[in-house]
């Protein structure tokens, strides 16, 4: 079975700090995905990355995806109470049709 | 605008009821799918169906069924609810996967706000 594992669980700073998540697997991925669900909805996508290695910036927020494709970073920099939510990275592996959801970051910033 | 529409955002059941959560999209997507959310276990795949009257089980189906009898529409069924079903249901829709310049392509999952379920 294919896991997921996020880092930290929960996560509580101050308006201003830098923050970074961590999304790991003993599974390779054809490409992984980072949602933002915020409190009565649905998770929304914020980035996809499909190439080793590769980098995304959004903004304030940085993703990368690992050289062997088996794990993730998210970075925000200058966090701000709007980014509060809960992260979840979501792996995709070709022929399967399935996505892979990782346990979950909830993040606070506070003002 | 994608729309992922769900039937009800707050269920109260009793053990052992039937339960009909159904999910409506309108963008014509190929793939649709229904998760379960609990703290702690993220987002945990129950079905996904890919065509219509297609259907494939997920991570967790136990308990579970679903229908596809219209491209737009996909029901999740409990049979006979049970305590531990209660939780947080998702449903998704998705293009087909295309190709791109590397190759295989994951598309955007386009969420519901979501179910709510509560068995007693």
């Known amino acids: 079975t294919q896991l997921l594992e996020q880092s930290p669980q929960f996560l509580s700073i101050q308006e201003g700090e830098n923050l970074t998540v961590y999304c790991n697997s003993s599974?390779?991925?054809?490409?992984l995905q980072w949602y933002r669900q915020e409190p009565g909805e649905g998770p929304v996508l914020l980035v996809t990355?499909?190439?080793?290695?590769e980098v995304k910036k959004l903004k304030r927020l940085t993703f990368q995806f690992g050289d062997a494709r088996k794990d993730s970073s998210l970075h925000i920099t200058a966090a701000q109470p709007g980014d509060t939510g809960l992260y979840l990275c979501?792996?995709?592996?070709?022929?399967?049709?399935?996505?892979?959801f990782g346990t979950g970051t909830r993040l606070k910033v506070l003002a | 605008d994608v729309k992922v529409t769900q039937s009800s955002r707050y269920l109260v059941k009793r053990t052992g009821e039937k339960v009909f959560l159904e999910c409506v999209q309108d963008?014509?997507?190929?793939?649709m799918f229904w998760y379960r959310q609990d703290p702690g276990l993220g987002l945990r795949l129950i079905y996904f169906s890919y065509d219509v009257k297609m259907k494939e089980k997920g991570d967790i189906p136990e308990g579970y069924s679903v229908s596809r009898e219209k491209k737009e529409r996909f029901s999740l069924i409990l049979e006979s609810a049970s305590t531990n079903q209660t939780s947080m249901y998702l449903c998704?829709?998705?293009?087909?996967?295309?190709?791109?310049?590397?190759?295989?392509?994951?598309?955007?999952?386009?969420f519901g706000e979501g179910s709510r379920l509560t068995v007693l």
């Open positions: 963008m014509d997507h190929e793939n």
């Open positions: 990355v499909v190439t080793g290695g």
């Open positions: 599974s390779v991925f054809s490409s």
């Open positions: 979501a792996g995709y592996t070709s022929g399967t049709y399935k996505y892979i």
């Open positions: 998704a829709s998705s293009l087909q996967i295309i190709f791109g310049l590397a190759g295989r392509y994951t598309g955007e999952l386009f």
